[in-house]
T-cell receptor, first 116, second 115 residues
């Protein structure tokens, strides 16, 4: 059964530490996205990638980094520069490369990151 | 600029009654509109979308939505609510001329169905 797998489900970060959130999809989708969800707010785009070895900053990229070495994988690193990392992080994908697409996004079940 | 508004933080409905979750939007061109549902500690699940054509769109779990161009609205509806419909609902929009990365999500509406 195809889908998006995010791990771990819960993650704790110590002061000054970088942590990496995993996102893997077996949907053969080209485009992948990382969102941050805070209570009472909509989803905010951190980074997105429309093709392997290419990615673009979203609205709130500061303090985060990504890579896209494989089509199936789009890990997100929360660096120590992100001073308020506590949030629910969602990974998503779509079939297309972000052109004139009307396809909905498929989401993983998220990683909840907290500060120790 | 694109924007989407969900004016109600919470909607409370008795089981068996009809429900409506409101969404209004603003785009420069033609809108692509989506509704998603989120259960606790889970990702978003796609319910339905409007791209073009019939203004009444039917989706998963008995939900439907009505596109109203003059009122720039895309309200989510269900004729008879179930307790299991209790969840967080998000409306999303993007301009048909922009890429999928430009999708904007509303702040969400918590739907609570009482038995």
């Amino acid at each position: 059964d195809g889908g998006i797998t995010q791990s771990p489900k819960y993650l704790f970060r110590k002061e000054g530490q970088n942590v990496t959130l995993s996102c893997e999809q077996n949907l053969n989708h080209d485009a992948m996205y990382w969102y941050r969800q805070d209570p009472g707010q909509g989803l905010r785009l951190i980074y997105y990638s429309q093709i392997v070895n290419d990615f673009q900053k979203g609205d709130i990229a500061e303090g985060y980094s990504v890579s896209r070495e494989k089509k199936e994988s789009f890990p997100l690193t929360v660096t120590s520069a992100q001073k308020n990392p506590t949030a629910f992080y969602l990974c998503a994908s779509t079939m297309d490369r972000g052109g004139d697409s009307n396809q909905p996004q498929h989401f993983g079940d998220g990683t909840r990151l907290s500060i120790l | 600029a694109q924007s989407v508004a969900q004016p109600e933080d919470q909607v409370n409905v008795a089981e068996g009654n009809p429900l409506t979750v409101k969404c209004t939007y603003s785009v420069s061109g033609n809108p692509y509109l989506f509704w998603y549902v989120q259960y606790p500690n889970r990702g978003l699940q796609f319910l339905l979308k409007y791209i073009t054509g019939d203004n009444l769109v039917k989706g998963s779990y008995g939900f439907e939505a009505e596109f109203n161009k003059s009122q720039t609205s895309f309200h989510l509806k269900k004729p008879s609510a179930l307790v299991s419909d209790s969840a967080l609902y998000f409306c999303a929009v993007r301009d048909s001329y922009s890429s999928a990365s430009k999708i904007i999500f509303g702040s969400g509406t918590r739907l609570s169905i009482r038995p």
